[in-house]
T-cell receptor
Framework: EPEVTQTPSHQVTQMGQEVILRCVPISNHLYFYWYRQILGQKVEFLVSFYNNEISEKSEIFDDQFSVERPDGSNFTLKIRSTKLEDSAMYFC???????????FGDGTRLSIL | AQSVTQLGSHVSVSEGALVLLRCNYSSSVPPYLFWYVQYPNQGLQLLLKYTTGATLVKGINGFEAEFKKSETSFHLTKPSAHMSDAAEYFCAVTLNNAGNMLTFGGGTRLMVKP
């Protein structure tokens, strides 16, 4: 069964550094998402992406965050200048259409030192 | 706007006993509802979904859930727990006129005792 894959599984970064989290969505999916889960807290929506542009974003997704689909397969989340509070598990998801179930990757654990 | 409340952050059952995980939602328009399961060090796996039609939906691993509009609930059940069911379970809602962002509940950690 097709899967969403995320790399790396664990990223350790110094505060203030830029980080790029990578995702390969399911190949025929059209909608792409990023979520995060701070340890012990809820899974929170960050951003959705369709037709090469952001379709929705949450208050968390400020100017420090950006997303990109640089080619036909990858979907990336960039954090420009990381803060301690960015430490979390980041999940990528994709779906075939609006309202269709979102399929999640195994996540990238981001640790900011 | 929508929100999800999962009553009970931890639920413990004996192997073979009924599993009941509670989920209540609020939504301004008819919702789409989902249950996801997360095993340690893994991503979120879809258990089942309700969009329209039959209000009792069956999912993987013997789980089912019933959409009750009058109670704004979507509780997850399984008649007989297995040790392998131990995991964290998340209820989530999205709006059927937007269908993008999922709003998650806080999760319920299910523990299964031998």
């Amino acid at each position: 069964e097709p899967e969403v894959t995320q790399t790396p599984s664990h990223q350790v970064t110094q505060m203030g550094q830029e980080v790029i989290l990578r995702c390969v969505p399911i190949s025929n999916h059209l909608y792409f998402y990023w979520y995060r889960q701070i340890l012990g807290q809820k899974v929170e929506f960050l951003v959705s992406f369709y037709n090469n542009e952001i379709s929705e974003k949450s208050e968390i997704f400020d100017d420090q965050f950006s997303v990109e689909r640089p080619d036909g397969s990858n979907f990336t989340l960039k954090i420009r200048s990381t803060k301690l509070e960015d430490s979390a598990m980041y999940f990528c998801a994709s779906s075939g259409n609006k309202g269709k179930p979102q399929h999640f990757g195994d996540g990238t654990r981001l640790s900011i030192l | 706007a929508q929100s999800v409340t999962q009553l009970g952050s931890h639920v413990s059952v004996s192997e073979g006993a009924l599993v009941l995980l509670r989920c209540n939602y609020s939504s301004s328009v008819p919702p789409y509802l989902f249950w996801y399961v997360q095993y340690p060090n893994q991503g979120l796996q879809l258990l089942l979904k309700y969009t329209t039609g039959a209000t009792l939906v069956k999912g993987i691993n013997g789980f089912e859930a019933e959409f009750k509009k009058s109670e704004t609930s979507f509780h997850l059940t399984k008649p007989s727990a297995h040790m392998s069911d131990a995991a964290e379970y998340f209820c989530a809602v999205t709006l059927n006129n937007a269908g993008n962002m999922l709003t998650f509940g806080g999760g319920t950690r299910l523990m299964v005792k031998p």
